[in-house]
């Protein structure tokens, strides 16, 4: 996954670059007649993996379709698929059996054994939920012609977790709000998302912290309405609200000083292209001030380039890059001499 | 004074300048038969100012002596001399009748009616209390010519503070210690100046704060001593110490770790050279770390540019400047603007 020529960005040209960084669609399956992981054992959980990765590595879902076994891999290759959004958190630092098919492009992947036996997720650059949803749903009904999913007349399809049952499905975008953090404004949104029962995270899904001003947003409840209803609500009342009030929170930062403005922003990008020495913590946090100067056209730095910064200078892919373990002091420097480069011809 | 072409700046090649900013050397006299200034009715501060400003003017103690009748200049004007060190601010913020007498290279400047009767001073840039203090001297000495000095055979030269009397001689440096305070050292020196009876104070003198790790050292007690032996121990023993002190520190922080070293004075350049707005605080904290760099040739801006900004961005020299009245958002613009201008080719 670490090949740069095995990762084309077509993000630049994909729909609300400005505000949506990425959009998934992941729906939960399990196999019937299986039991759901927290009861299943040992042998089981490594049944479920053989039967799922025949049919994932045949079932022709996608072109150049990959296999890996997480429990072969060893933690700092796992972390790399974390950072990419290949797969949870969870997942990664799960002690059952589990494993995880991921497309060429990257843009699907299907975790085994993560909460339920499946997890079918597609992932696109941008404000592109309509696209990820088709793909979504054409994986589903190729992987159903060969496994039987645990389903209920009365309740849906069935998942650990009461929020999956229904369709399982749940709609996600990353979202950069910069605008209304420095407008004291993501308390409103936060509220707004309660009432609307969306679930707002960090960068890294469930249980991660905000960082850079990047949130996960996504729907809740998928039980008693259809999927292409979830899919309306979704893209039609969230997402364009959402981007309108980042979009106006903007507006108010450049109409209000725009002086100020420039002076974060330029400090932002020069701090970035000059430090020795750089926390991750930190580093995402200029990233956002910088990429908010990109879209307010007050800076120019590729998005796409800007955007993978985001990921490349997480800690796995840091060590990746270097291909050696580094100490903290040693992944400080490179963070930070790795940024200096990709950001030497910025202005 | 604000005449760019009136100020050479011979700085480059004085002494010690990566630690000595400048050097002083101050007498204070009073007139005999005249009373001290807490005790001068507001017609003999009047005679005062009369009688020195003409022997001042006529005395030849200096090429191109110019007169400034302080209360004839406005409050901005004022803080232009205080901002270059050629008044006190006790002086410019006083009620008294008062003027100065400043040479045309600004290096000699006489205070009257500052604390004494006169207050004679030379300020040479790096470390030059030597010939600073046979300025002072044969300045005295042709003054004494013409006025007739309060001297007490007993008690030497009086004066309204009775730390001057004596000799009425202060010496002092204004020395850069940036590689103290980073080592958090500077409480050591601090302990080692009072057990020598000497004065740290900031970067305008009495009662001023420390600004951007720049602190005047001076000697306090004048009584019992000839000029020469406190001369003596200030050049030869308290100087050439504290010089020590702050180098071993900056050696420290190369030796200990020079990718942090590195980082903060990078980061400081840039940060000075993108600010769109900058507080004269920031600014001189920024440019102390800056001028580190420069020292420790991790960065490249000439040392007299670096030291005559820590001058320009002062409030009233800005306001100089731009030549008009600026509101506190202006200011901070201004600055940005102006240190950007000056740091554009360093590196």
Redesign the interface.
Known sequence: MTDEARLPDPRLDADDRDVVLSSRVRLARNLSGQPFLNRASETQCANIVRTTQHVLLNASISEKIIWIDLDEINAHDRSLLVERHLISRNLAESTLHRGVAISGDEQLSVMVNEEDHLRIQVLRPGSNIDSAFQQVRSTDIQLEQQLDFAFSDRWGYLAVCPTNVGTGIRFSIMVHLPGLRITNELGKVRRAAKELHLAVRGYYGEGSESSGNIFQISNQVTLGSTEEDLRDIFTERIVPALLDYERSARQVLLKRNP??L??RV??A???L?????LKVEEAMKLLSRVRLGVCLERLHVPLPQLDDLFIQIQPAHLRQHVNCALNA?EEL?IR?SLVREVLKDAD
């Open positions: 002086t100020l420039d002076d330029h400090r990008l020069n701090i292209r000059s430090a020795r020495l002091e420097e930070a």
